[in-house]
């Protein structure tokens, strides 16, 4: 199966991003392409593909593919077109099986591995989130945006400039509420580790196949990656216990990174506030993690939230 992952990027990409390309480098069999104004030379690996286009650019090309006039003033509005990426970008599609779209703050483990169930089943959808979705590419498939959900329909969404999370809410007009509707079954099993921007120490958002959530209790944990896998690895009552997931999402959160050539690095630990490329004994980092009583993301992350569900009830 031949896969593409889109993900657009306008502005400076993230100090990290080259830990980010080293991990789509051991994913030979998935194909990235990256929309971008950022001119900075980066170790872009052979399958990933960069296209240099301004963001005005592309939102020309977005509203090129409708009849109505779309609002889309930012890149952070994107999260409601991510959906129509397989409908608007298909010259860049023609030959995948395949097309998805991800987030730049990932490192990507096996996600071949991950992957294979829902792809040997034949999903028309796998995952539900923002950070990674992936749709079967056909004509019917990449136009279910347009289906409504209660009566709800995209072009409302694209009307407005307001954020709708087209791309991942459960319950109201989005693509996973759409198939849901519709009776089109969806792959719903979690391969990612959703990393909390909400408290400084390393917290899972761990999902059910009901894609119901919850936040892990304060952990000390920090993720290796190593020859094209990402784990976990933190202390359970004593015990050294480690995980592996298709990919982890880090959002919003700043870095500090090593800054060398990362051609031969095979392996690399990430750490709440570093990413280091350096040799290190994992258990005396476990054993000597800097912890934080206050954070200052959390209450911008608070504020922002209480914002959200106010805009909602008032568009209610």
Known sequence: MKIALICPYFGKMPNYFNYVLKSCEFNPDI??????????????????KVIYMSFTKFRELIQSKFDFNIRLETPYKLCDYKPVYGFVLEEYLEGFDYWGHCD?????????????EPLIKGYDKICYLGHL?????????NQRFKLTYEGNSYK???SEDKIYVFDEDLHKLSMNTIYKEHNYDFYKKPIFGDISCLYYDFRLYVYDDNCEYRLEKKSNQIFKWENGKVFSIKYNEGILESNEFGYIHFQKRTMKVDHGDLHSVKEFIIKPNNISSEKINVINILNNQEKKLIY????????KALKYKLSRLIGD
Request: charged share 25%; net charge neutral.
């Open 104 to 116: 730049i703050d990932c490192i990507f483990g096996d996600l071949k591995s991950f992957l294979s």
């Open 156 to 158: 409302d969404i694209f």
């Open 31 to 48: 194909n990235w392409i990256i929309f971008t104004d950022d001119r900075e030379k980066f170790n872009y690996p052979k399958n990933v």
């Open 296 to 303: 200052a993301p959390f209450f911008k992350q608070k504020i």
């Open 133 to 141: 979705t992936i749709y079967k590419n056909n004509s019917e498939n």
